[in-house]
Nanobody, 121 residues
Framework: VQLVESGGGSVQAGGSLKLSCVAS????????MGWFRRSPGRDREGVAN???????YYGDSVKGRFTISKDHVQNTLYLRMNSLKPEDTAIYYC?????????????????WGQGTQVTVS
């Protein structure tokens, strides 16, 4: 499985960005996918998840601002981020696994992308 993120960048507070994660490999290992982020001095944090049934989950700090979606034909995961805040500044990672139990736990995920930097000022 290979995951490649893109779409990061620098934006002013209140702005928007859309991250993409192109996935390749066994579909069975791409059923449950999520976005995590890591900012300096903090542990990797679960941002959003879409599970094998298509249900979506969000961290409390991004609810109502971020939207996760998945294009099954293109095998691409997206994260639309609106109303960005300086505290959203982090490296954002795409992750996948066959089955999620605790979506926000990084230990659930077997495969990770290299990350894309998001900076909000």
């Amino acid at each position: 499985v290979q995951l490649v993120e893109s779409g990061g960048g620098s934006v002013q507070a209140g702005g928007s960005l859309k991250l993409s994660c192109v996935a390749s490999g066994s579909r069975n290992r791409l059923l449950c996918m999520g976005w995590f982020r890591r900012s300096p001095g903090r542990d990797r944090e679960g941002v959003a998840n879409i599970d094998e049934e298509g249900r979506t989950y969000y961290g409390d700090s991004v609810k109502g601002r971020f939207t996760i979606s998945k294009d099954h034909v293109q095998n691409t995961l997206y994260l639309r981020m609106n109303s960005l805040k300086p505290e959203d500044t982090a490296i954002y990672y795409c992750a996948s696994t066959a089955l999620c139990t605790i979506w926000y736990s990084r230990y659930e995920y077997a495969y990770w992308g290299q990350g894309t930097q998001v900076t909000v000022s």
